[in-house]
């Protein structure tokens, strides 16, 4: 039977190359010099570090087209409101990841209203499509393309 899983992952090794690079424009700017103003990565979470929330913004309208240039799409950043606290603020840009499940019971619920003859169950972080046709699942695709989610959506392991 034809299978395909839909996930929502980061690449985190683009992210690092992002991150480094938006460094790297922050330190040579002519208006952050001195301030100490950088960005840190651990795991899935990058914080922003500046004298100002206004210098926080301006790092991530950095940061942002980094992030799109090398193919990270902007809709599963997190972001939190700054925190400011005498002379440094700070910021935090989650990397949201995998489908949680009130997004994967909606990807069902989707699935099942189209009437198409797939079957579509909740593995973990990932939702595994099955159907006895390729043509059907390949509906599935452009269903969910089409549909406005509040996370990127990648399909992966498609197997006839």
């Given at each position: 039977?034809?299978?395909?899983?839909?996930?929502?992952?980061?690449?985190?090794?683009?992210?690092?190359?992002?991150?480094?690079?938006?460094?790297?424009?922050?330190?040579?700017?002519?208006?952050?010099?001195?301030?100490?103003?950088?960005?840190?990565?651990?795991?899935?979470?990058?914080?922003?570090?500046?004298?100002?929330?206004?210098?926080?913004?301006?790092?991530?309208?950095?940061?942002?087209?980094?992030?799109?240039?090398?193919?990270?799409?902007?809709?599963?950043?997190?972001?939190?409101?700054?925190?400011?606290?005498?002379?440094?603020?700070?910021?935090?840009?989650?990397?949201?990841?995998?489908?949680?499940?009130?997004?994967?019971?909606?990807?069902i619920?989707?699935i099942?209203?189209?009437?198409l003859?797939v079957?579509?169950?909740?593995?973990?972080?990932?939702v595994?499509?099955?159907?006895?046709?390729?043509?059907?699942l390949?509906?599935t695709?452009?269903?969910?393309?089409?549909?406005?989610?509040?996370?990127?959506?990648?399909?992966?392991?498609?197997?006839?």
């Open positions: 039977m034809p299978s395909f899983d839909i996930v929502s992952e980061v690449n985190l090794h683009e992210t690092t190359n992002a991150v480094d690079q938006a460094n790297r424009e922050v330190s040579t700017r002519f208006d952050f010099k001195g301030s100490g103003a950088h960005y840190e990565l651990n795991d899935a979470t990058i914080t922003l570090y500046a004298e100002t929330e206004f210098q926080l913004q301006q790092m991530l309208d950095i940061l942002q087209p980094r992030l799109a240039k090398r193919g990270i799409d902007l809709l599963c950043l997190k972001i939190d409101p700054p925190q400011v606290s005498g002379k440094q603020a700070r910021q935090t840009v989650t990397l949201r990841q995998g489908i949680d499940a009130p997004l994967a019971k909606n990807i619920k989707l099942k209203d189209s009437k003859k079957q579509a169950s909740i593995q973990g972080e990932q595994r499509v099955i159907g006895k046709k390729r043509d059907d390949q509906e695709i452009a269903l969910l393309r089409k549909a406005e989610l509040e996370l990127p959506l990648q399909f992966v392991n498609f197997r006839d």
